[in-house]
Each structure stands twice: as C-alpha cells, then as structure tokens.
C-alpha cells in the first residue's frame, strides 16, 4: 500500500468458500481502515477470472471438504498469486482456509492431498467433529482474548515453524487430542495467519483486525476509539439489567439470567 492508494483487500473464492460469512472480515477490515481515515477497498476473487496480486490483505473463509478441496487446486494453479500470499501480502485464513494453507489435507478415506504449504501445518480428519464457541488468548501482543465459533472436522498439527495463534482458554482448538492446557487454535508464520474461529471473527475481535491493519498500513490503531459506534456491550448490559428487573430477577432464556 503506497501513500496516493488505497488498502485493497482481497477476498478469495468467495463464490467457493465463507462458512458463517467469513467474508464479512473484509467488510470489517475495510471499515476500522477507513475510520481512520485510511481509504479501503474489498475485491471479491472469484474462482472465473485471473487472481490479482496486488492485495495488501488476502481474506480466505471456511468452507466444506469438496470447496475447500477445490480452492486447494484453483490456488495452486495460480503460483504468482501463492507467492504474494506468502509475502507481501499479508493472508488470514479461517478453518478451511487455515487448513488449505498447510502443506498437507487427509480426507476421509485416508488419501492424502497437497495444500499451499505456507503454513508449517497439516490437516487429517479427527475422530469427532468440534463443534462451539472457543476463547483463546492470542498470541499476538496487544490482541489480547480471542473469541469465535467452531465447526470442524479436520485436526491440526502444528509444524516447528509454526506458531499457534491463540492458547485455548475454553472450548477445542486445532485438534481435540490435545490436553486443555495445551490446545491451541490456529497458526502464524511470516506474512501468513489463521485461526478455526468464525464469527466473522474479526467482528468478534476487532483488536484482531486491528492487528491485520497495523501490519500492512504502518499506522498504529491503538487507543484511537471507534468513531460513531455506541458502546453496544454496555447498552446490551443495560437492556438485560432491565428485562431482569421486569421479570422479577427471574433467569432469561437462553442463558442470560447470570
Ligand atoms: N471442511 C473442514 C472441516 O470440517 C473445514 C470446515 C469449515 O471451514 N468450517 O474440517
């Protein structure tokens, strides 16, 4: 990204993969950019036309085996584009998108397949699937608790050159082996992240967008606030403390009654 130009944000195959509209992380990069006065754009890259390479910000979503299976092969028929993937651009991949940047993918019958291999990992089915919402504490200075949803099948195995994205503090990370005090969600290499959390999660977790931002633009977000946006957890807090009093201080379906 220059000065005169504008962050652009690639979304990959969004006609193949985004589980849990995982491409609203694009929408949510593009926005914390612009309140900063930094102008964005969201490109959606789909599977019919040649991939640009010029992203700053490649975005890759979730999806099932057969679509993941299928970026798999368009990625790899696109090797100038894998190669700004690793660098300059600066790609964040989700669930499917995590696995498929690993260097291998098990499927179901036990046939390995190649993936990107920007990522020290490898995928193979899990005996069960993991299912939920997770915390993690991200590993990232200054991101600090993570949140998102899961729904895999794949397990993950982390490569020595890869670092875990988060250590999980509930729920199931990259594998369901793993004993809880050393589960951990996600990956992060050079110019390369992701995670199994949807949400979208960098709407869950703006400190995390905030992250993918700083790095690419050179500007620091920290303690610039968020123009025009009330301060929703405390508004929802205050609805609830209301409807208890209504009711009588009475739990509230669905688990809101604490
Ligand atoms: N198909 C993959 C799995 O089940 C990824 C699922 C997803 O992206 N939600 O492991």
Redesign the pocket.
């Known amino acids: 990204m220059t000065a005169a130009s504008d962050l652009t944000i690639g979304v990959l195959l969004p006609d193949v993969l985004g589980?849990y509209s995982d491409s609203g992380n694009a929408v949510v990069l593009a926005q914390r950019a612009r309140w900063r006065g930094i102008g964005a754009r969201v490109e959606h890259i789909t599977a019919a036309a040649p991939p640009p390479t010029s992203c700053d910000i490649y975005l890759l979503g979730?999806?099932?085996?057969t679509a993941?299976g299928f970026a798999v092969d368009w990625l790899r028929r696109h090797p100038g584009l894998c190669r700004v993937l690793a660098g300059p651009g600066l790609t964040f991949g989700?669930?499917?998108g995590l696995?498929i940047l690993g260097h291998t993918l098990t499927d179901l019958q036990g046939r390995r397949h190649d993936g990107v291999g920007l990522l020290d990992l490898s995928?193979s089915p899990g005996r069960r699937?993991i299912v939920g919402e997770v915390v993690t504490r991200c590993v990232i200075p200054g991101v600090g608790l993570v949140t998102g949803f899961a729904?895999?099948?794949?397990a993950t195995t982390l490569g020595p050159s890869a670092r875990p994205l988060g250590r999980v503090v509930s729920g199931t990370g990259n594998d369901a082996r793993s004993a809880r005090r050393d589960a951990v969600d996600g990956a992060v290499g050079e110019n390369v992240i992701g995670t199994y959390l949807?949400g979208p999660v960098l709407a869950r977790n703006p400190a995390l967008a905030d992250h993918l931002l700083e790095r690419v633009t050179g500007v620091s977000f920290a303690g610039t606030g968020e123009p025009d946006v009330p301060d929703l957890p405390a508004l929802r807090a205050s609805y609830l403390a209301r409807a208890r009093r209504r009711l009588g201080g009475a739990p509230i379906a669905g688990g809101e009654g604490r």
């Open positions: 589980t979730g999806g099932e085996d993941q989700v669930c499917a696995q995928t699937r729904n895999h099948r794949g949807h």
